[in-house]
């Protein structure tokens, strides 16, 4: 580490969350970035990624917004626009209910194309690491971090910064240091709270995400609304949304099937898996044919059992800290997993980029991102779970199996007010005032901060 190097920064985990965590550490002097991904290398799996004005904010402010522009016909705007269309779908005839208006654009893009832009913006000094799957850390008062690697290296750090997903072993050890301080402190009821926190938990819901070719839907469908129009089909104990990328090359196809009762149990199979398409064809019998044609032009659908990480009570640990999906992995009911892993990448960036942490307080600069971030970030997990009872008709306000055929049309705008209004601070609400809270915080003597 040179002279001027204030602090080494090792990121665990290459996706979005840790890419983000990296570029926007770069914009500070001093800070060394090493980042070690699992995979052989860097990639992305071919899905999309949906954005709503809140996190693109943050794309603006680390200077990627015009690279990642080339990559969409989407453009941001500040004025209300229409993001989804949706119709109730589980019948011969669906019916269109609502459109759901926005304040900005829904920024959507392939993910690959996503990540070629923030690794443009990487620093050449930057190390990336592939073939790294990290076992466990340790850490002690004075001393560098040690990482512990599965093939038996070891690499050290001062700040380490899990963005290593659903399965983390950043949060495993995280969580192993505090079950093991309660232990010696006979605080054997926390322990055990602590240790049923560390494995995700599913959540009744599985995912089947596919890439559908446009100009296949094109030459079977050419009038099929989602070519154009962002659209979910809402049915009983499941949905499928759908969405142009990539300039029109793929349309983004997500169809979910839920068994909210199951919410906790074990998932038995491979968590994420590819299907016979058949498999869940045979789920949406009945639909309207609109839903039936688009399904018919999936090839290679890829099955995810959908695990959430449990409310944390920290997300940091001395000089550790979690982030996106190793913090706090939702349902994706309200496309929030990305954008929060961004605003996340971007608040820690502004604790430790700050000109008062230093290698002493860097604790104390990691628990105001806590202190800041956890609380959002728990109220996003609860607002996606009820987006996904309200997607399914399982929702506790409109008993849909009793609405006449006469009442349904007005029961269904209703629901569509009730999604948008816990939907809604995605695009009506800001990080800034995180941030400046965070800036004050920081700036506070630390004899007078409460962390």
Request: charged share 25%; with cysteine; hydrophobic share 35%.
């Amino acid at each position: 580490m040179s002279s001027c190097t204030r602090f080494k920064v090792a990121i665990c985990g290459g996706g979005i969350g840790g890419l983000v965590t990296a570029v926007a550490l770069s914009k500070y002097p001093g800070i060394e970035v090493e980042i070690y991904e699992t995979a052989h290398k860097l990639t992305e799996l071919g899905a999309g990624i949906g954005l709503f004005s809140r996190p693109w904010e943050v794309i603006r402010r680390l200077g990627l917004e015009p690279e990642l522009l080339q990559f969409t016909e989407v453009k941001p705007t500040d004025g209300p626009v229409t993001a989804f269309r949706y119709r109730k779908s589980d019948r011969p005839t669906g019916v269109e209910f609502y459109t759901l208006k926005t304040q900005g654009h829904l920024m959507t893009f392939h993910r690959p194309d996503f990540q070629k832009v923030l690794l443009s913006h990487l620093p050449a000094s930057y190390q990336i690491h592939c073939s790294k799957r990290l076992r466990s850390y340790y850490q002690r008062n004075g001393h560098p971090i040690t990482l512990l690697f599965e093939d038996g290296t070891e690499a050290t750090c001062d700040v380490l910064l899990g963005a290593d997903g659903l399965k983390s072993a950043v949060r495993r050890s995280l969580l192993g240091e505090k079950v093991h301080r309660a232990q010696k402190e006979e605080r054997w009821t926390d322990a055990a709270d602590l240790t049923a926190l560390i494995e995700p938990s599913w959540s009744g819901t599985n995912a089947y995400r596919a890439l559908v070719p446009g100009d296949m839907l094109r030459s079977k469908h050419p009038n099929h609304r989602v070519l154009t129009q962002p659209t979910q089909y809402l049915g009983k104990n499941g949905y499928i949304i759908a969405y142009p990328i990539s300039k029109g090359k793929y349309v983004n196809v997500v169809a979910f099937k839920s068994q909210h009762e199951l919410e906790g149990s074990k998932f038995d199979g491979s968590w994420v898996c590819p299907v016979d398409k058949s498999e869940y064809v045979r789920m949406f019998e009945g639909w309207e044919p609109e839903v039936l044609s688009l399904l018919e032009c999936v090839e290679k659908p890829l099955r995810w059992a959908i695990h959430c990480v449990k409310p944390l009570p920290t997300t940091v640990s001395g000089h550790v800290a979690l982030l996106g999906d190793a913090a706090h992995a939702t349902v994706p009911h309200q496309g929030s997993g990305a954008g929060s892993a961004i605003e996340d990448a971007y608040m820690l960036a502004t604790v430790l980029g700050h000109p008062t942490t230093t290698q002493a307080n860097i604790s104390r600069s990691l628990s105001i991102y806590d202190r800041i971030r956890r609380p959002f970030s728990h109220r996003v997990q609860e607002r996606a779970k009820l987006n996904g009872l309200y997607f399914t008709f399982s929702c506790l306000e409109i008993k849909f199996d009793q609405v006449p055929e006469d009442k349904l049309l007005s029961k269904l705008k209703l629901l569509g007010q009730v999604f948008t209004k816990n939907w809604e601070w995605s695009w009506t609400t800001s990080i800034e005032p995180s941030v400046q809270e965070a800036l004050k915080l920081l700036d506070e003597d630390p004899s007078e901060t409460n962390l």
